[in-house]
């Protein structure tokens, strides 16, 4: 099938920003495991399995749409600290947030429904999973204290 290629070229912005949440997530975590905050080595390499499984679904639709996946991540923001590395994250799945409703907008303008699909089941994951979990931590973070925290995730 054919797809509609403005379509296809946003699928593809979309597929680079997925690896590279994938890619933050998959060093985050590593890092949280070498310092041995195991709790959040478990979830962050939970989000990393997400973000894979995000970034297999575009693939599958840009191959069904007729188009070549381009397998090259946006850039990565690698933090040095436990806060800094929950904010790079949430800055993360807050702007794949907005580009998200962007590529709903644009399916919707070029009539590619099952596609449109694909991104609102992405964006409801993004919202209710992705990011809300990252604004808990740092709220608990406000709250506890950086310490305490960091204590409760060993």
């Keep these: 099938m054919q797809g509609n290629q403005s379509v296809i070229d946003y699928m593809n912005f979309l597929l680079a920003n997925e690896l590279a949440a994938r890619d933050q997530y998959f060093i985050h975590s590593r890092m949280y495991s070498e310092w041995g905050y195991t ?7 939970h989000e990393m399995e997400d ?4 970034a297999e679904a575009f693939i599958r639709r840009i191959l069904m749409l007729g ?29 794949v947030r907005e580009n998200l409703k962007k590529g709903i ?3 919707e303008e070029n009539q590619d429904y099952v596609t449109r ?4 089941d992405q964006l409801k994951d993004t919202e209710e999973d992705h ?5 808990q931590q740092l709220r608990l973070i406000k709250m506890m204290g950086e310490q305490n925290y960091l204590q409760s995730q060993i």
């Design 51 to 54: 973000e894979t499984q995000h």
């Design 117 to 120: 699909q694909l991104l609102v």
């Design 67 to 95: 188009g070549t996946p381009k397998m090259v991540s946006a850039p990565v923001k690698v933090g040095k600290d436990v806060i800094e590395m929950l904010q790079f994250d949430l800055d993360t799945e807050l702007e």
């Design 131 to 135: 990011a809300h979990w990252l604004e």
């Design 39 to 45: 709790k959040l080595f478990d979830r962050i390499a």
């Design 105 to 107: 907008k644009l399916c």
